[in-house]
């Protein structure tokens, strides 16, 4: 039903194609898929988890010379007649990525907790990324190919989250379309119960804020740590100063404690900030390694007719 309800022509382009990724499924996905005209799979030998299939897409539609990629589930949530509505403003130049927002308040098949925390984590991207996506958790998106060359997703369960604050960091033009769901056809196979989904949840925010402001994250902790042990010994000195300083030994302990766990964090707070500069750096010299080897193998083609004559 998913690939049924795929387009072969999308305005402003003129050629359409389809990339399935099989991530490492047993129930013949990739027979499936290229007995229903799929013109490329891509299998993993093994389940490698959402983020890594969204990586290979991208990779494998660079690879292919694919200018936009819209990138869809399997399980039909997204409505694919809103794929023209998604991709327009690339189309137009008004932008390099495009998240389409779905009706989170409407949709019956979400419970409260997971509303809430679909919710949450687009009030964090947008807080962490300094972008206005109202739906940042959705997988259904258009990304143009300079887009896709700058992305690098380091989560091992999502890419949705991630992505959106990269490309805020990174300065990209990024924008959000409303767009239509299908009725649920089957239970996520992602989400195992709300627990897990929970669990899971709070552990990617927490990593977005240690990844992508890892200064603001420890930062703050540290001057907690750091304040409440300068308090508590501001308490003792003034009880020494009264002549009951035997009585607060205690609080003297633990302010130095809690001085020394503050101090060390903040410390702490700098080098990560040096490690997030650093990988800032790598992802741009990769992006420009791939903009590199693109420009010499279109010199390469261009040149091929010429050795010919």
Known sequence: MALAALPREVPGFDVVEWLVIDDGSRDGTAQVAKQNGVDHVIPHARNQGLARA?????????????DVIVNTDADNQYNAADIPALVAPIVAGQAEIVVGA??????????????????????????ASHTNIPDA???????????????????????TLETIIQAGQKNM????VPIRVNPDLRPSRLVRSISSYVK?????????FVIYRPFRFFGTIGAVLFGAGFLIG??????????HGNGHIQS???????????FQTLLVAFIADLLAA??????????????????LAQLRTARQPDDRQ
């Open 252 to 262: 003297l302990i633990l302010a130095s404690v809690l001085l020394g766990m503050g």
């Open 278 to 295: 650093n990988r800032t750096l790598l992802e741009d010299m990769r992006f420009r390694q791939q903009h590199t080897e693109e420009q």
């Open 54 to 66: 969204f990586m290979t897409g991208l990779d494998a539609c660079l690879r292919l010379g694919a």
């Open 137 to 159: 958790p959705s997988g259904f998106r258009a990304i143009s190919r300079t887009a896709a060359q700058r992305l690098m997703v380091f989560n091992d369960y999502t890419y």
């Open 102 to 127: 779905r009706p989170i308040e409407n949709m019956q098949n979400f419970s409260l907790v997971k509303r809430g925390l679909q919710l949450l984590g687009s009030w964090v991207v947008r807080h």
């Open 173 to 176: 033009a990024i924008t959000s």
């Open 200 to 208: 899971i949840g709070m552990v990617t925010i927490i990593r977005i």
């Open 234 to 243: 501001l308490r003792f000195l003034a009880a020494y100063l009264g002549g």
